[in-house]
């Protein structure tokens, strides 16, 4: 990610001595470096987060091993939230289910395309039945979409 976030002040209490304990409070406009949500998120677009409480299919942002990650929330249990890429094919989780930075909207080549429930909608999480979601299955169809996305550097 890069760093033209904006971090709103942590809460009294809470650690902050990473970017990616931070996670949870970055709003504003990002860049992606990685390609883990081709096609919908394709790296060197920026990303506008808001912190809200996210629901399955929701593109969010979290600390996770050090990192940042930008993935889609696929499940929400008793054990919290569980991510993955569209374009990976490993699961990540539990995390806590708590408001975290959605993303809203996606900026490529100078034009801002806002997320809605429709456009997310074709993502794994909302199109795909249960099966789709084993690790072999998303990794054919990571790798189709990147195929596929033009223009990947």
């Not at 390609?35 to 912190?51: F, G, N, Q, T, Y």
């Not at 806590?96 to 996606?106: F, G, T």
Request: proline share 7%; with cysteine.
């Amino acid at each position: 990610m890069g760093d033209s976030g904006e971090m709103q002040e942590r809460p009294a209490g809470q650690p902050s001595n990473s970017l990616a304990a931070a996670a949870d409070l970055i709003t504003g406009w990002i860049t992606v470096t990685t390609a883990s949500m081709v096609p919908l998120i394709r790296p060197h677009d920026d990303v506008e987060l808001r912190l809200a409480r996210p629901h399955p299919g929701d593109v969010i942002l979290v600390g996770h091993a050090g990192t940042l990650l930008l993935h889609r929330v696929l499940r929400r249990d008793a054990a919290g939230l569980w991510l993955g890429g569209d374009a990976t094919a490993s699961w990540e989780g539990p995390f806590a289910d708590q408001a975290w930075p959605v993303v809203v909207a996606v900026r490529r080549g100078g034009q801002v395309q806002h997320v809605s429930k429709g456009l997310l909608a074709y993502g794994m999480a909302q199109l795909l039945p249960g099966w789709a979601h084993r690790p072999f299955v998303r990794r054919v169809v990571g790798k189709l979409c990147r195929l596929l996305s033009p223009g990947q550097d």
